[in-house]
């Protein structure tokens, strides 16, 4: 497990950028945090990460938003409009074992729906800064183990 402390927005983006160095094509990212903890943000920076050459924008509405043209593609998932019932009919397993980076936000709704391996990320406001986010990081499976151990020998 990793936590990081990052002091406003512009950090918050560049933490996820560095991150996308370690992902490879197949991996899922679970984002849980409050309404307004930077879940999407930090999307933002894993889509400059990738270069995928388009605004990242919450797909709350949309559910899903591809980004294909990236170094690898950037699939971004929101549940947050769902519930657990709605989420098979989605077909998410395509994401998930495709050959792109899936962020799912409020993985919540849906556990059983989600991969079994995964990195958990965690976006925390701080109650005396708003701008500052402590992120936690946890590994689920021993690829994102080795993630997160290159992470952090870096």
Same mark, same amino acid.
């Given at each position: 497990?990793?936590?990081?402390?990052?002091?406003?927005?512009?950090?918050?983006?560049?933490?996820?950028?560095k991150?996308? %160095?370690?992902?490879?094509?197949?991996?899922?990212? =679970?984002? !849980?945090?409050?309404? +307004?903890? /930077?879940?999407?943000?930090?999307?933002?920076?894993?889509?400059?990460?990738?270069?995928?050459?388009?605004?990242?924008?919450?797909?709350?509405?949309?559910?899903?938003?591809?980004?294909?043209?990236?170094?690898?593609?950037?699939?971004?998932?929101?549940?947050?409009?769902? %519930?657990?019932?709605?989420?098979?009919d989605?077909? =998410?397993? !395509?994401?998930?074992? +495709?050959? /792109?980076?899936?962020?799912?936000?409020?993985?919540?709704?849906?556990?059983?729906?989600?991969?079994?391996?995964?990195?958990?990320?965690?976006?925390?406001?701080?109650?005396?800064?708003?701008?500052?986010?402590?992120?936690?990081?946890?590994?689920?499976?021993k690829?994102?183990?080795?993630?997160?151990?290159?992470?952090?020998?870096?």
């Open positions: 497990m990793i936590t990081i402390v990052t002091n406003n927005e512009e950090e918050t983006i560049k933490f996820a950028k991150l996308t %160095t370690y992902l490879k094509p197949g991996m899922t990212l =679970l984002l !849980e945090g409050d309404l +307004g903890a /930077g879940k999407t943000t930090f999307t933002k920076g894993i889509g400059e990460g990738l270069d995928v050459g388009r605004i990242i924008k919450s797909p709350t509405y949309t559910i899903v938003r591809e980004y294909p043209n990236g170094k690898i593609p950037l699939y971004h998932v929101d549940l947050y409009r769902l %519930t657990e019932n709605e989420v098979p989605l077909g =998410l397993d !395509e994401y998930f074992e +495709g050959d /792109g980076i899936s962020v799912v936000e409020w993985p919540s709704v849906a556990p059983e729906d989600l991969p079994n391996n995964h990195l958990e990320i965690e976006l925390k406001r701080e109650d005396e800064n708003p701008e500052k986010r402590v992120i936690t990081l946890e590994a689920v499976g690829e994102y183990e080795e993630v997160l151990e290159h992470f952090q020998n870096d």
